[in-house]
């Protein structure tokens, strides 16, 4: 049988063709993938490539980065100027309205870092790499000043409660389980929420004490203020990408160089000056004021002795008697003695905040016993000092 090939040398010609086709195309489909491939930033080579380094930050942070005119300023921005003269470079500041979007940036290579007051957390830690921290930070509560139930945590129960968006504030509330029931409201900035805090919108505002606390002095120290509660530590570092190693040791180099120069101290004077100082003494005459008014108006002090005690009322004519605790000395009027020397009595006319103090009558006593005066409802306590025959002493209040 004769076999006939039924390939023609027409047919033979289109399957090379065919062939040839599909070489080409899946040469194409191979190039077209190539293509999707994303190319992985690389710090140096865009400083290199931009005759720059490009710095993201949000500009709502007063005083470590604020708009100033078409730039920033700021204790962070003098840090990053002085990262970027390290590195041989000029800088640019990327802002931002939206603390998050600073680490889109950084993940798409648009910036090679992050300088912004970021707190360092386990969190962003899975994605980013931080520095060594240049600032010591925490967390604390700001409030109205005629709502002084807000204290702390637990009080803020219940409450309508102001944070920013993505920073530690925001993690720390959710995570919380002291204060139930807190209703939060999210804020691009730290500002916008003082703001809505101000406008009586809120009933706190939890933050970053240093940015809180400066905020409000200079923009809001008629109607609010913070507590001196740190409700947790953070610490400040630089932000970059995991893999830019190289770039990393660099800027840690730097912030040890500031640290040894004590240059990030004088940083702070500059930027802060005695803004926070002021405030922590304004926060301590508040919560002074607010301890007096639950303070009795007038303390008296009765001396009585047991039969039989050897103690002798007629030496202490014209002494006075003192209480020393936390809130300060107080010092009563001369004690008076009773004709027969059986008594005695004194007063503080002053108020004295709740708390605990020690009793001073040193021509009698040689250990101070401790007094508690507690918050009570009443303009006047009388607190009943009887010394008795075994040498004790017995203190009681009427």
């Keep these: 049988m004769k076999i006939v090939s039924s390939y023609s040398p027409k047919r033979r010609t289109l399957l ?20 999707d491939t994303k190319k992985v930033p690389d710090a140096y080579a865009s400083m290199a490539k931009n005759k720059m380094v490009r710095i993201a930050t949000n500009p709502f942070n007063v005083p470590f980065e604020t708009a100033a005119g078409t730039g920033v300023e700021g204790f962070d921005v003098d840090l990053g100027e002085a990262i970027a003269k390290d590195l041989n470079y000029q800088t640019k500041w990327i802002q931002h309205a939206q603390f998050g979007k600073l680490f889109e940036f950084l993940k798409g290579g648009e910036v090679e870092m992050i300088i912004s007051s970021v707190s360092i957390s386990d969190e962003l830690k899975k994605e980013f790499a931080f520095s060594e921290p240049y600032f010591d930070s925490s967390n604390t509560i700001a409030h ?8 702390d945590l637990a009080s803020l129960a219940g409450k309508k409660v102001g944070v920013q968006v993505a920073r530690a504030a925001e993690a720390f509330m959710e995570k919380q389980r002291t204060a139930t029931n807190v209703m939060l409201t999210k804020f691009p ?12 919108e809120l009933d706190a505002v939890v933050g970053d004490k240093p940015i809180m606390t400066f905020s409000i002095a200079k923009n809001y120290s008629t109607n609010l203020i913070t507590t001196d509660v740190e409700l947790n530590q953070n610490q400040y570092a630089v932000v970059v990408r ?18 040894d120069a004590h240059q990030l101290e004088g940083w702070y004077d500059k930027w802060f000056g005695s803004v926070l100082k002021e405030a922590s ?14 303070a009795p108006k007038s303390l008296s002090v009765s001396l009585v002795k047991e039969a039989g005690s050897t103690v002798r009322f007629d030496r202490l004519d014209g002494f006075n008697t003192t209480l020393t605790g936390p809130n300060g000395t107080f010092t009563s009027t001369p004690i008076n003695t ?6 005695g009595s004194c007063k503080f006319t002053s108020p004295i905040p709740p708390g605990e103090y020690k009793f001073n009558l040193s021509r009698v006593l040689g ?23 075994s040498g004790g002493l017995d203190i009681d209040f009427r």
Excluded: W
């Design 189 to 200: 900035t730290l500002d916008e929420a003082l703001g809505a805090l101000n406008r009586g």
């Design 242 to 259: 995991p893999q830019e190693a190289k770039l990393l040791a660099s800027i840690n180099a730097t912030i040890r160089r500031l640290k």
């Design 281 to 294: 003494k304004d926060i301590a005459k508040i919560e002074a004021q607010e301890k007096l008014k639950n």
């Design 338 to 343: 009773n004709e027969a020397g059986t008594s």
């Design 144 to 151: 109205r000043r005629d709502n002084l139930a807000i204290k």
């Design 16 to 35: 090379r063709t065919v062939k040839f086709s599909l070489l080409i195309a899946g040469l194409a489909l191979f190039c077209v993938h190539c293509g």
């Design 367 to 389: 250990n101070s016993p401790t007094v508690t005066i507690e918050k009570r409802p009443v303009t006047a306590i009388t607190v009943i000092l009887t010394f008795k025959k």
